[in-house]
Nanobody
Framework: QVHVMESGGGSVPIGGSLRLSCTVS????????LAWFRQVSGREREGVAF???????EFYSDPVRGRFTISQDGANTMVLQMGSVKPEDTAMYYC?????????????????????WGQGTEVTVSL
């Protein structure tokens, strides 16, 4: 059974940094598409960072490119390093993994392609 759990959310001041972690059990990270999504109440879930472990290819959405970094930390942990945060980064952040297949190379892999999800960790950017 696959279990996905995020941690590290909280309140961070504008311009600050925050590190989110995602631990996945029951699923190998070898040649796996991993991602971070975020969602604000009443809006669609938005993919912000993607990593295909098979090639190391990364993709970022326009709003976070240059500020956020996705990486693998060990055999079963994924990290989202958030920097220079803005009020619009306030959201619930979710970790996700595809069951099979690579991430899209030059665009966001849609949420519907991901089989495994965590419960989310909340990030609030404060004044």
């Amino acid at each position: 059974q696959v279990h996905v759990m995020e941690s590290g959310g909280g309140s961070v001041p504008i311009g600050g940094s925050l590190r989110l972690s995602c631990t996945v059990s029951g699923l190998s990270f070898a040649s796996r598409c991993l991602a971070w999504f975020r969602q604000v109440s009443g809006r669609e879930r938005e993919g912000v960072a993607f990593l295909y472990t098979g090639s190391g290819n990364e993709f970022y959405s326009d709003p976070v490119r240059g500020r956020f970094t996705i990486s693998q930390d060990g055999a079963n942990t994924m990290v989202l390093q958030m920097g220079s945060v803005k009020p619009e980064d306030t959201a619930m952040y979710y970790c996700a993994a595809r069951d099979r297949g690579a991430c899209y190379l030059a665009s966001a892999t849609p949420a519907s392609d991901f089989a495994y999800w965590g419960q989310g960790t909340e990030v609030t950017v404060s004044l």
